[in-house]
């Protein structure tokens, strides 16, 4: 994931915070200012594993968290980092889904 | 009486629907195997939703995409956990459209009730149902890293001794070393005690 994905991934419609995480669930970038929300990604990256083993359907790709008058949460699993988008409530997560993995390439 | 699943979703053809209760499944539209199979993923959705709203983020509903499926979680206001699983394989639709699910109860089908065994993947000295447990009482003390820090002290208890039940006791005493005050060790480890005597 380069510099250019990120800009793309910035001006999707809706979209409105970005953070990546490595595999220790450090923050290797991020733009979300909202320690709560930081910490929302922390864990929902951190349980993916979990998920992940439990379900036995294979790799988890996304994973979104919906609430009423929430922002979604939404993290991807890009090679052994997560990708985790802020993203308003209109946004469909598989518009979402799409549109991110378009910009990942 | 109407099923809960029927009056509250309409089900596609590739779509089946479970409805949970502290990872009981009191409704289903495929099979109570299926249903059984997904006892401890519904457990673990109780502990996910309950961890958030411990956090004051007010999800309750979370969307899974697999390779070929789409789950979905909703934690209804009653607790209970309704699971949705979509087939979103290229020739889902046509494969499953001859098998439109009726809507079934456990109770309908085994008279003396059995409760849901969970089928553990592979043997351990602490089965993932003990673990999720155990994460449990832990996010209480630690929140949303509480998930984090298991991980880490498991695996920290794998490397210095061979995992076995008689020292599962070490496990909870490398977990406590974690908290912040001595009152807080004393009262997980009691807690953590009773579950691991459940498992």
Request: hydrophobic share 40%; charged share 20%; with cysteine.
């Amino acid at each position: 994931m380069n510099k250019d994905s990120i800009s793309k991934m910035i001006t999707i419609h809706g979209v409105n915070g970005i953070s990546l995480l490595n595999s220790e669930n450090e923050a290797l970038l991020s733009n979300i200012k909202d320690q709560q929300i930081s910490e929302a990604f922390v864990f929902l990256s951190s349980v993916m594993p979990d998920l992940e083993a439990l379900l036995a359907m294979g790799a988890v790709k996304q994973v979104m968290l919906k609430g009423a008058g929430q922002q979604n949460l939404s993290t991807f699993a890009h090679k052994k980092n997560t990708l985790c988008i802020q993203s308003d409530p209109l946004l469909s997560a598989t518009l979402l889904g799409q549109q991110i993995r378009s910009a990942i390439g | 009486m109407k099923s809960i699943l029927t009056n509250t979703i309409s089900l596609k053809d590739d779509e089946d629907s479970y409805l949970f209760h502290e990872g009981e499944c009191l409704e289903f539209s495929s099979t109570k195997e299926q249903a059984d199979q997904l006892s401890e993923v519904a457990l673990f959705f109780d502990q996910f939703f309950s961890a958030l709203r411990d956090s004051d983020l007010l999800y309750t509903e979370s969307h899974i995409e697999v390779d070929h499926a789409l789950i979905i979680a909703n934690i209804l206001k009653n607790g209970h956990i309704l699971l949705t699983i979509t087939n979103t394989a290229p020739h889902a639709h046509s494969n499953l459209q001859h098998k439109r699910p009726i809507i079934q109860t456990p109770r309908s089908l085994v008279s003396n009730k059995t409760p849901s065994k969970p089928l553990d993947k592979k043997p351990t000295a602490l089965s993932e149902s003990a673990q999720l447990a155990i994460k449990k009482i832990l996010i209480n003390y630690l929140g949303p890293a509480s998930t984090i820090i298991f991980n880490d002290v498991y695996s920290k208890w794998g490397a210095l001794e061979q995992p076995t039940e008689k020292s599962r006791a070490n496990l909870l005493k490398l977990l406590a070393e974690e908290l912040y005050t001595q009152d807080e060790k004393i009262k997980f480890q009691a807690k953590a005690e009773v579950i691991l005597k459940k498992y």
